[in-house]
């Protein structure tokens, strides 16, 4: 029994060796999978289902065949916050809330994207909380499809001209808001990507804190089994 979890794939029509490195995971996931998660960032960007790229409905329709042997759930990431009911439809996705609690294995666990948690970086904190707003949304929803690609490529821009100059702290969780989740979850194994620093963390009191890679040079695949948690690396060749 597995369950395997992954995230911060940023798939884009400019970068085909991640696209078909994913479909090859989908392709040969190990027999005994019980379970796949997406915590977010699937896309580099999502601006709406109605304007989904031609790339974006091949990945739909590899995900639905994985979806119809055994489930797989998607958490929005900062990048693809937009993705809505259509497309994971699509895609047989069951969409779950920002912050999902379950158990694994034994283990109570609180599974995120992990942009919450970095509460250092103020400013993309208080975007994050105007994101969230149902009517700028849905206003959002309702801009003409040219003005939303506008929209998304300036936001893309922006976001890589700041993060060049954030400190490794600022972009990094912040350890104080990890042990708050744990408390008020109850949970003793937390999962997160979004920091794009692959680590199995051990924390006090027998918890951790286990970070998923990104995709941009390698792929990255977090496996839990009943004996534990193991990070692997997949090839973009």
């Known amino acids: 029994m597995r369950t395997l979890i992954i995230g911060d794939l940023h798939l884009s029509a400019d970068r085909p060796d991640i696209t078909q490195a994913f479909i090859n995971f989908l392709d040969h996931l190990p027999a005994d999978t019980e379970s796949l998660y997406i915590v977010g960032d699937l896309f580099e960007v999502w601006v709406g289902d109605d304007i989904a790229e031609p790339f ?19 958490i929005h990431g900062n990048r693809d916050f937009m993705l809505g009911k259509q497309f994971a439809k699509l895609a047989g996705m069951q969409l779950l809330p920002e912050v999902f ?31 969230s707003v149902p009517l700028f949304r849905w206003i959002y929803s309702k801009l003409p499809k040219s003005k939303r690609l506008q929209i998304a490529a300036d936001l893309r821009g922006k976001s890589k001209r700041d ?39 051990s924390l006090e009191n027998h918890r951790s804190r286990l970070v998923v890679g990104d995709w941009y040079t390698q792929g990255s695949v977090l496996t839990l089994t009943p004996e534990g948690a193991e990070l692997s690396t997949l090839s973009l060749r």
């Open 56 to 74: 974006a409905l091949d990945v739909a329709r590899h995900i639905k065949s994985v979806s119809e042997k055994l489930p797989v759930y998607f």
């Open 101 to 131: 609690l379950t158990e694994l294995y034994g283990k109570q666990t609180v599974i995120l994207h992990g942009d919450s948690l970095c509460t250092l970086d103020k400013a993309y904190q208080r975007f994050r909380r105007f994101r």
């Open 163 to 201: 993060n060049k100059s954030k400190s490794y702290e600022i972009m990094d969780v912040e350890p104080s808001a990890v042990v708050e989740l744990l408390d008020s979850t109850g949970a003793v194994q937390m999962i997160h990507g979004h920091t794009h620093r692959p680590k199995l963390h």
